[in-house]
C-alpha cells in the first residue's frame, strides 16, 4: 500500500519550540500587569454591557480624565512601594500644594508662577522630611507618613481660616499669570468632537518616562533592589538613603502636580479635599501588582489600576447603581486584584 506525503501539513512544534513558548508564557504571566489588565477588561466589558451612557467617548473622556487625576499621583506611589515604602500623606499633600500656591500669589499680589514654583518647594520639602525620617529613624514609613497626613491636615484648614477667614481660598483667576499656568496644567482640546482634558497626555508621559527610569536604567534597578533587601543593596554599594528619599520626593512632585491642576482647573481650593485620597493610589498600584513587601511591581499596572478606578467611579453613575456602594465595590475590587494577582504569580512559577 503506497503513502500519500501531504506537503502541506505543519509538523509537530519541537521540544525546544515547546520549551520557547513555555518560556515566553511564563514571562508574561510574571509581568506584574497581566492581573489588573485582565480586571480591566472583565469591569470594561462588565458596564460597557449594563450602562449606555458608558460607551459614548464623551463617557470615556470623563472616565480617562477622572483615571489621569488619580493616576498620576499612583506613578510616584507605586515607585515608592516597589521601593518598600508607603507615603499615607500623598492625599493631603496634594492639597497643600493647591493652598500654598494659591494663598501665596493672592496673598502676596504676585505673579501666580511665584505661588506654582513656591509650592513646588514645599511639595519637595515634605517629601524630603518624610524621607529623610524614614531612613535616619528607622520607624516604619506607614508611621512617619501617617503623622505627616495628621499634621498636613490640620495646617491645610488651620492655615487657611487663619489667612482667608474661610475654609477655602480665595478665587485666584484674575492674577498675573493664571491663564499660562492654567494652560499647562488645566486645559482641554478638542479630538473628533471629543473634549480631552491635558491631565491624560501627562499621565502618559509620567507612566512613559517613570517606566523607562524603572526598567532601563540604574536607578530602577536600584529601586527594585532596595524594595527587595535594603541590607543587601547596601552591601552591594546602592546608595539605599538616597533613593528612598528620591522616592519620597517624587511623591511630592507627582502631588505638587496633581495639586496644580484642582487648583487652575477650579480657581478655588478646599481646605478640607484630599483626605482618603491617599488609599486609592495606594489601591492603583496593588492592582496594578506591586507588592506590599516591596521588589516587585510595574508603573504601568500602576496605570491600569487607576484606569479601573475611574471606570468604577464613573461606570456605578452610568449604570444608575446607588453611589453609597462605591467603596464597597473599591475594597472587593482591592481584595479581588490581590487574590488574582497571587494565582497569577503562582501559575507562572509552577511553569518555570
Known sequence: MSQTLDVGAKAPPTRDERVVRRSLLSRLLTRPEVGALLGAIVIFIIFFTVAPPFRDASSLSTVLYVSSTFGIPAVAVALLMIGGEFDLSAGVAVTTSALVASMFAYQFTANMWLGVLV????????????????????????????????????????????????????????????????????????????????????????????????????????????????????????????????????????????????????????????VGNEFIYIVAAVVGGCLLTGGYGSVIGAAIGAFIFGMTNQGIVYAGWNPDWFFFFLGALLLGAILLNDQVRKRAEAMR
Request: glycine content about 12%.
Open 119 to 274: 509650592s513646588l518647594v514645599v511639595a519637595l520639602v515634605v517629601g524630603f522630611i518624610n524621607g529623610y525620617l524614614v531612613v535616619k529613624t528607622g520607624i516604619p514609613s506607614f508611621l512617619v507618613t501617617l503623622g505627616t497626613f495628621f499634621m498636613l491636615r490640620g495646617l491645610n484648614l488651620a492655615v487657611t481660616k487663619m489667612i482667608t477667614g474661610n475654609v477655602g481660598t480665595n478665587d485666584v483667576a484674575n492674577i498675573d499669570g493664571f491663564k499660562s499656568a492654567q494652560a499647562v496644567f488645566a486645559s482641554s482640546f478638542t479630538v473628533a468632537g471629543v473634549s480631552i482634558r491635558i491631565t491624560l497626555l501627562w499621565w502618559i508621559l509620567f507612566v512613559a518616562i517613570a517606566t523607562w527610569v524603572l526598567l532601563r536604567t540604574h536607578i530602577g534597578n536600584w529601586i527594585f533592589a532596595v524594595g527587595g533587601s535594603a541590607p543587601s543593596s547596601r552591601a552591594v554599594g546602592v546608595p539605599v538613603n538616597k533613593v528612598k528619599i528620591g522616592l519620597f520626593m517624587a511623591v511630592g512632585l507627582m502631588g505638587w502636580f496633581t495639586g496644580m491642576h484642582i487648583l487652575f482647573a477650579f480657581n478655588t481650593v478646599q481646605s478640607g479635599i484630599g
